[in-house]
């Protein structure tokens, strides 16, 4: 594949459950727009050396839980129009697989993730922030829907997550982003509206 020449990156952050992954899956599938996606969430570390109950007590909310060294080398590969290979991670067991996937450089990266700015490296590569805005209390509803069905969690255990991690995280580490984005989305609502007004906004 020929290089891209100077691709952006863009990241795209909110909540835990705010709507980033529907705002980006929207990107990915629009015919008008060449993006490549980066999930932060794929870049947890890896946790082999733990026990699966050591590794439950893990705080994944956390900015230390995810190797921003790796991020930051795959980004500026990806920033000189080469191709990478990203981690691919299993929630499941807390831990990462032993394959990766092969991701192309295009014109838009897209950096998707809660932790996507928390660290200072990643920040410096980061061209345009986008912030996915969504009441938390809509968030946490979303989140104990997806974990049940995806990551075979209860309700507790998911609240549990929310209201000792996920919430005090979001609130030290990603709400501050929201005064500082370029632009602000709603996590709620129409999605065709919001993929017109974003990509509007990529094209400027």
């Not at 733990?50 to 190797?67: G, M, Q, S, Y």
Request: hydrophobic share 40%; with cysteine; proline share 4%.
């Amino acid at each position: 594949m020929d290089s891209m020449p100077n691709p952006q990156i863009i990241a795209v952050v909110g909540a835990s459950g705010s709507g980033k992954s529907s705002v980006v899956t929207q990107l990915q599938n629009d015919p008008n727009i060449s993006v490549s996606v980066i999930q932060v969430d794929q870049y947890y570390r890896d946790l082999s050396h733990l026990t699966l109950a050591e590794r439950d007590k893990v705080n994944f909310d956390h900015p230390d839980a995810i190797e921003f060294e790796l991020l930051s080398e795959d980004l500026k590969s990806l920033k000189r129009g080469e191709r990478v290979d990203v981690p691919i991670y299993d929630f499941t067991v807390h831990n990462r697989a032993s394959e990766t996937q092969e991701i192309d450089a295009k014109e838009f990266i897209i950096l998707e993730g809660v932790l996507a700015l928390a660290d200072t490296q990643i920040i410096k590569l980061v061209d345009r922030v986008v912030f996915i805005d969504t009441p938390l209390e809509v968030c946490l509803e979303r989140r104990i829907k997806r974990d049940r069905m995806e990551r075979g969690r209860s309700e507790a255990s998911v609240r549990d997550f929310w209201t000792t991690r996920a919430a005090p995280m979001f609130l030290e580490y990603v709400a501050p982003w929201k005064a500082k984005a370029h632009l602000v989305l709603s996590g709620q609502e129409n999605e065709s509206k919001t993929r017109a007004r974003l990509i509007a906004w990529l094209l400027e």
